[in-house]
């Protein structure tokens, strides 16, 4: 299924992105723009595939991890590479730290870890108009069944100054295809995926996510 959803959609991509490009000169200002939107359309359509289809893995118990050594303290990097432009367009300081009590090599599955990183930093960039977002990765206090499970433990926390989620819709957002309300769809858009596919990677890996919001805050 993926492949058959893929190829079609990449011929789409690749050729409104040879479009776009005019090498040619022979579009006009208009031929241009409707190549744009075709190839930023199949971006976002290509991106719902890919968060359906990882849903639907881990729905179906076939999502497989893949454990190897991981660096922290490139955490910050990653995040700074990835999302400085996008903050910076909107005029936001993005910042990342990384506790140095903490081990440099930590033991997970770093494309599903920095896929949970992705989705959180894009939801506070995307949520926030003013202000800042900031990652911090440091060491939690454990509790008894967190030792039983293991003696290395991270908190990742993404802080933002965006609009807030009400305290009686909390609980939906991580449903999927569910947001906030109605509203926050037509301004923002998304499928509302993000946190679904987030949370049950975090079960998957062992963790969980927590959300601590007020509206305006």
């Not at 992105?17 to 976002?44: P, R, T, Y």
């Not at 400085?84 to 870890?113: C, M, W, Y």
């Not at 609009?163 to 509203?183: L, N, R, T, W, Y």
Request: aromatic share 6%.
């Amino acid at each position: 299924m993926s492949h058959e959803l893929r190829t079609p959609l990449n011929s789409i991509l690749i050729l409104s992105e040879m479009l776009a490009e005019n090498k040619a000169q022979s579009l006009s200002d208009d031929d241009l723009e409707f190549a744009k939107v075709i190839h930023k359309s199949g971006n976002d359509l290509l991106l719902l595939i890919n968060d359906i289809l990882d849903l639907s893995k881990v729905e179906a118990g076939k999502l497989d991890l893949w454990y190897s050594e991981t660096d922290l303290y490139e955490v910050p990097t990653h995040i700074q590479n990835l999302f400085a432009p996008i903050a910076n367009q909107k005029g936001l300081t993005l910042s990342a730290n990384v506790d140095s009590a903490l081990e440099t090599v930590f033991h997970t599955d770093a494309k599903r870890f920095y896929q949970i990183i992705n989705n959180l930093l894009s939801n506070a960039l995307k949520f926030t108009e003013s202000g800042s977002v900031t990652v911090n990765v440091t060491i939690p206090e454990l509790t008894p069944s967190m030792e039983k499970l293991s003696q290395t433990w991270i908190k990742l926390s993404v802080t933002d100054t965006g609009i807030g989620i009400p305290q009686d819709k909390q609980s939906i957002v991580f449903e999927s295809f569910q947001q906030a309300d109605g509203a926050t769809v037509r301004k923002y858009g998304g499928t509302g995926l993000g946190l679904s596919i987030c949370r049950e990677v975090s079960k998957l890996l062992g963790g969980w996510l927590t959300l601590q919001s007020e509206v305006g805050v």
